[in-house]
């Protein structure tokens, strides 16, 4: 069992940036691939970044790339998602995820185990 919580959402302006955090539990923490989730309002959940337990391996959206920088810290048992050149329609709530796996890294939400409540992030013009 792996508990998830986010944290450092907030209003920007567009052309910002922000970091996101997510703390996780247990004692194995590099055994878990994480992923960052976006749901904007009236939008179906998309994927926003993920990386593989042994953080080796990361994976972007197209609407990520080059813009967001996923990473994690096993000191910590903490994921972070730093996202820079913020547009107005990354404003969302950004979910993490986990899921068991050391080497890959999954970018469908249906693959993930543990979800956290979210953390909102506005991007205004």
């Known amino acids: 069992q792996v508990h998830v919580v986010e944290s450092g959402g907030g209003l920007v302006q567009a052309g910002g940036s922000l970091r996101l955090s997510c703390a996780a539990s247990?004692?194995?923490?590099?055994?878990?691939?994480m992923g960052w989730f976006r749901q904007a309002p009236g939008k179906e959940r998309e994927f926003v970044a993920g990386i593989s337990g042994n953080g080796i391996n990361t994976y972007y959206a197209d609407s990520s790339k080059g813009r967001f920088t996923i990473s994690r810290d096993s000191a910590k048992n903490t994921v972070y998602l730093q996202m820079s050149s913020l547009k107005p329609e990354d404003t969302a709530v950004y979910h993490c995820?986990?899921?068991?796996?050391?080497?890959?890294?999954?970018?469908?939400?249906?693959?993930?185990?543990?979800w956290g409540q979210g953390t909102q992030v506005t991007v205004s013009s």
């Open positions: 995820a986990a899921r068991g796996g050391t080497t890959g890294v999954y970018y469908t939400g249906s693959a993930y185990d543990y």
């Open positions: 247990g004692r194995t923490f590099s055994s878990y691939a």
